[in-house]
């Protein structure tokens, strides 16, 4: 591994108030430095590096022109944070990003007053920079809202919506467009640069007030003309027709890796008193170091590597990853049915649906981030005749909700959601854990909920989603490689709503959804080993419930136990609904539910954060024995 970076420079800066001591002349100096520092940082402990690189210059030219934190800063995702969590005091503690304990990868109110909003889905931040710039504004105080948004960001309809109401926060709100799906060269050429500078600036900007003014009082079709000719033309040159529309006054595009040109436009917009601005700035991904810049996804998301050589650190080969399972196997269906087709929300790696879209790239849709579109749009195409598959991280799929009830759930259309990451994820920490997509899927009418227990289970619930045109179904499985068990060649069309039981017993039930049923199995043979016979069940279904099977378990043992990766309101809530409404908790059954626990668990190793949530083996032991301690002969057989 390299040395330590050298950074005579940014050693002299802990706080922005340090930054803005500095002359312009070493800004650059500085940029290299924090962008090595960066490199450095990620490579020992993972996390995002590409999108932090290309925000480097960005980082320092906002913190150096505006006066945070009374401006307050809002970077959308938060994803590309780590040079502006280096700049705001937190640089002892950089390299414990994404560990326990340790920094979010991503903004976060609680670790600073620098980072005024959370963030870690996308296109919240221009909604929450208005909010700032309003409240100031209504208080009669300082300061501005700064919203940083991406390029892919702006795929959403939310961040169109809150450009919409801006109008009111006048130069209190500053939008930068962070444009890094675009070459570099064409737009940030001399005279792009010179016609960012001239059209920011306050003498031009004055102007261009009084013209608007002047021309107000001219007839209408005379107002139109001048409006619809100036509008033209500044669209032909800077592209701004867009934001105009909604309100702003555009400036761009302008080289975001270049400080002479950036700081000037920064300095001209904080000067005005014109407003709302959004100044549109080009950016590379992964900029500054050649491996990242070199990679086809600029190293958006990475293990610890070599600072030197670029090499990532490579995991042992193990059991394949669950969302590569689900690709995979729906390709091959689709092999045999035209009507099967994918949709993703910017999300096609991660999701698996790149590989659907290798073997059938004109039955897959990538709607960028815009899950609501996405969701509505599987519901057309399933009222159709198609057979859709959403396939949509569990914690995205959250923000189509209104969609999933209203466009899928009432009119009873056979979407598919292949809902991923589902549980806890370990580094991405609280924002990214899919922890309540059971408890929102299963109280609605007409759907069916599943949750495969490894990959072989997704397999069969994937072809089952197929087959299935009754309704929409669902079906959840976690982040990471699968448990290791051998995967059918043939699928199994799974009965709806039936469970199975892989061990019999006679004294202790234990009822398993989805991921946690390895460790039911552990524990098990530990409460065998105790003398108290355990029957496992791995229920697949929360919706429809398997009652038979529930009803026989609670009818034939002293103490059932439910399991599940999820919040409150999922298995256990329908299973103690289910037993008090056909009166089984009459009998004095012992019934215990085992659950996420009810805060946002941080960021940690997923092993330690199964052990904070209280669902691993040893507990759900824990759980029998104490379920049993209300019974004389329990406790005898417990001490056995």
């Known amino acids: 591994m390299s040395q330590k970076p050298t950074t005579p420079l940014l050693d002299t800066v802990d706080l922005p108030v340090d930054l803005r001591k500095l002359g312009k002349e070493q800004l650059r100096q500085l940029s290299d430095e924090l962008r090595d520092e960066v490199i450095d940082a990620v490579g020992s402990t993972g996390g995002h590096l590409g999108s932090g690189l290309g925000v480097v210059e960005l980082t320092v030219a906002i913190h150096y022109v505006f006066d945070t934190p009374t401006d307050r800063l809002v970077w959308d995702v938060g994803h590309q944070c780590y040079p502006h969590k280096i700049l705001t005091g937190r640089r002892d503690r950089i390299r414990t990003l994404r560990q326990g304990g340790g920094l979010s990868g991503f903004t976060k109110r609680t670790e600073s007053e620098y980072d005024p909003f959370g963030a870690a889905h996308s296109s919240t931040s221009i909604s929450a920079a208005l909010g700032f710039a309003m409240a100031n504004k209504m208080q009669g105080r300082k300061g501005r809202g700064i919203a940083v948004i991406g390029d892919g960001a702006m795929s959403a309809g939310m961040a169109y919506e809150a450009m919409n109401n801006a109008e009111q926060a006048g130069n209190r709100l500053v939008v930068i467009l962070n444009d890094n799906d675009m070459s570099i060269a064409p737009p940030v050429g001399g005279l792009s640069a010179y016609l960012a500078r001239m059209v920011s600036s306050s003498e031009y900007l004055g102007l261009r007030s009084l013209a608007s003014k002047v021309v107000r009082k001219m007839s209408k079709r005379v107002h139109s003309s001048l409006e619809k000719a100036e509008e033209y033309t500044r669209g032909m040159v800077t592209g701004g027709t867009l934001f105009e529309e909604l309100g702003f006054y555009y400036v761009g595009p302008i080289d975001g890796h270049n400080l002479d040109h950036l700081i000037p436009v920064l300095e001209n917009v904080r000067d005005s008193d014109q407003g709302p601005v959004l100044v549109h700035v080009v950016t590379q991904k992964g900029k500054g170091y050649a491996p990242a810049e070199n990679s086809a996804d600029k190293y958006h998301g990475v293990p610890k590597f070599d600072v030197v050589t670029g090499e990532k650190a490579k995991s042992a080969k193990g059991p394949p990853a669950y969302q590569n399972v689900f690709g995979d196997t729906l390709a091959k269906l689709a092999e045999g049915d035209p009507r099967i087709c994918a949709i993703t929300a910017a999300m096609p790696s991660g999701t698996g649906i790149d590989r659907f879209a290798k073997a059938h790239p004109k039955r897959t849709f990538d709607v960028g981030i815009a899950e609501q579109h996405g969701v509505t749009f599987a519901a057309g195409l399933a009222a159709q005749g198609m057979r859709p598959f959403a396939a949509i991280y569990s914690t995205f799929l959250q923000r189509a909700y209104d969609q999933v009830v209203h466009d899928v759930a009432i009119q009873n259309l056979p979407v598919r959601f292949a809902i991923d990451r589902a549980g806890l994820v370990g580094a991405d920490g609280a924002t990214h854990a899919g922890s309540f997509d059971v408890t929102y899927l299963a109280t609605l009418p007409n759907f069916v909920v599943m ?95 398997d009652t038979d099977l529930i009803d026989r378990l609670m009818r034939s043992h002293d103490v059932v136990v439910t399991i599940e990766e999820g919040a409150v309101g999922g298995l256990g809530a329908h299973v103690l609904t289910h037993a008090s409404d056909t009166g089984l908790t009459d009998s004095g059954l012992r019934i215990r539910t085992m659950r996420l626990p009810d805060v946002f668990q941080d960021q940690d190793d997923p092993g330690k954060q199964y052990d904070e949530a209280g669902l691993n083996a040893p507990h759900i032991v824990e759980k029998v024995l104490s379920a049993l301690q209300h019974n004389s002969t329990g406790v005898e057989e417990a001490r056995a």
Do not use: C, W
């Open 451 to 545: 949750a495969a227990a490894d990959e072989a289970e997704l397999v069969h619930m994937t072809y089952t989603a197929a087959e299935y045109d009754d309704g929409p179904i669902a079906f959840r499985y976690p982040r990471g490689n699968g448990v290791g068990v051998d995967l059918p060649e043939t699928p199994e069309k799974l009965e709806i709503g039936k469970g199975r039981i892989v061990r019999e017993g006679s004294k202790v039930a234990i009822l398993s959804l989805g991921a946690r049923l390895a460790e039911a199995r552990k524990a098990a043979d530990q409460l065998d080993a105790r003398g108290l016979s355990t029957t496992v069940a791995d229920m697949r279904f929360a919706k429809p419930l």
